[in-house]
C-alpha cells in the first residue's frame, strides 16, 4: 500500500513540475512579446528624434537632395499658391526617409523662390539666361506670378502729343511732325493694382535719344519729354522730372555691350502692388526700381518719341 501511496505522490510532483515549467514557460514567451514591443517602441522614439520637427511655424524641405529650412508665414505669402497647397494644407507628398517634404524640382530656382517669398523681390541678377528661365518656371509651376491687372495694350489716342499718329488698330505710334519731344501714353488710363506688362519695338530713323517708364501723373505739355540726362550715352535709369524709366541716348554709337540703337525691343514690367519696375532690353534686363512709394499710389505707362519718322510697336503679349 504504501509502495502505491509513493508512486502517486511522485507522479503528483511530476505532474506539478510539468505545470509550472508550462507557466514559466508561457511566462517567458509573454516576457519576449513585452521585451519584442519595449524594443520596438524604443526604436520609434528613437526615429522619431532623428526625424525633423514638422511645426506650425517651421519647415524643412527637401528639394531633389537639397534641404531648404523656412517658416509657414515666409510660405504664406501666396496664400492661394500650389506651394501653399502643397506644403501647408496637407496634400499627400513624397517625403524623404528623414521625413521631410520631398520635392522633385530645380534647387537652385527654388532658393530663389524662397527669397522671392521672403523679400517680395524679384532677383537682380541671374548668372545665366537659363536661370531666369528655371526661375520663371518655377513660379508658373507654384503659382506665384503677381496678379495681372487687365491692360489694355494699344496707344491711347486721347493721350499722345501733337504730331503723333496711331495706326494698325492702336498698335503702332508714328512721328509725323516736327523733331521734338513727343508724350504718349500706353493702355486706358492709371494702373493702380496688380501687375502689367507692355513689350514695344522702336524704330528711329537716325541715332537720338527716345525713354520709357511710368509718370505718376499725366504731363500738362506733352511735347515736352521727360526723364533726359545730359551726357548720357546709352541706357539710363532716372527717377526725376516727374516720371520714373528709362532712358536711351544714342547720339553716338552706345558703347553698351548690349548694343543698344535702334531696333530695340523693350519690356517694361510695372508691380504697383510691391512698387516695383522692371525693365529689359532685347531680352536683357536693365535696370529696375524697387519699393518705391510712387509706384504704389498708381501709375501710367508713357513714352517720349522723338525723331520725325520713329515708329513704335505694341509686341503681342
Not at 539666361?129 to 506670378?145: C, G, I, K, R, V
Not at 537720338?208 to 541706357?235: D, Q
Amino acid at each position: 500500500m504504501s509502495e502505491i501511496q509513493c508512486d502517486d505522490g511522485l507522479t503528483q510532483e511530476l505532474v506539478n513540475l510539468y505545470e509550472l515549467q508550462a507557466k514559466l514557460e508561457a511566462e517567458e514567451r509573454e516576457l519576449d512579446q513585452k521585451m519584442k514591443q519595449l524594443e520596438k517602441f524604443k526604436a520609434e522614439q528613437l526615429e522619431r528624434k532623428k526625424k525633423p520637427k514638422q511645426s506650425a511655424e517651421f519647415v524643412e524641405i527637401n528639394v531633389n537632395g537639397h534641404i531648404f529650412a523656412t517658416t509657414v508665414e515666409t510660405l504664406s505669402k501666396h496664400p492661394n499658391s500650389t506651394l501653399v497647397q502643397k506644403l501647408i494644407h496637407g496634400e499627400r507628398m513624397p517625403r524623404d526617409k528623414e521625413g521631410r517634404i520631398y520635392l522633385d524640382r530645380n534647387p537652385k530656382a527654388f532658393s530663389r523662390i524662397l527669397d522671392y517669398l521672403r523679400t517680395g523681390h524679384f532677383p537682380q541678377i541671374f548668372q545665366t539666361p537659363n536661370d531666369e528661365l528655371a526661375f520663371t518656371s518655377e513660379l508658373e509651376y507654384f503659382q506665384l506670378q503677381p496678379t495681372t491687372t487687365p491692360f489694355h495694350t494699344v496707344w491711347n489716342p486721347e493721350l499722345i502729343a501733337p504730331g503723333l499718329e496711331i495706326t494698325d488698330g492702336g498698335k503702332t505710334i508714328t512721328v509725323i511732325g516736327e523733331d521734338q519731344d513727343h508724350v504718349a501714353i500706353i493702355g486706358d488710363g492709371k494702373i493702380t493694382s496688380g501687375t502689367a506688362t507692355v513689350s514695344v519695338k522702336v524704330s528711329i530713323p537716325r541715332p537720338n535719344r527716345y525713354s520709357i517708364g511710368v509718370v505718376s501723373e499725366l504731363p500738362l505739355n506733352m511735347n515736352k519729354g521727360y526723364g533726359y540726362k545730359t551726357g548720357a550715352i546709352g541706357w539710363v535709369l532716372h527717377d526725376h522730372s516727374g516720371c520714373l524709366g528709362i532712358y536711351c541716348q544714342t547720339q553716338q554709337v552706345a558703347p553698351s555691350t548690349l548694343g543698344y540703337s535702334t531696333q530695340d525691343i523693350v519690356t517694361v514690367t510695372v508691380d504697383v502692388d510691391r512698387g516695383n519696375l522692371f525693365f529689359k532690353v532685347n531680352g536683357v534686363r536693365c535696370a529696375e526700381l524697387r519699393s518705391c512709394e510712387v509706384i504704389k499710389l498708381g501709375v501710367y505707362i508713357a513714352a517720349t518719341l522723338f525723331n520725325r519718322g520713329a515708329s513704335w510697336v505694341i509686341l503681342p503679349e
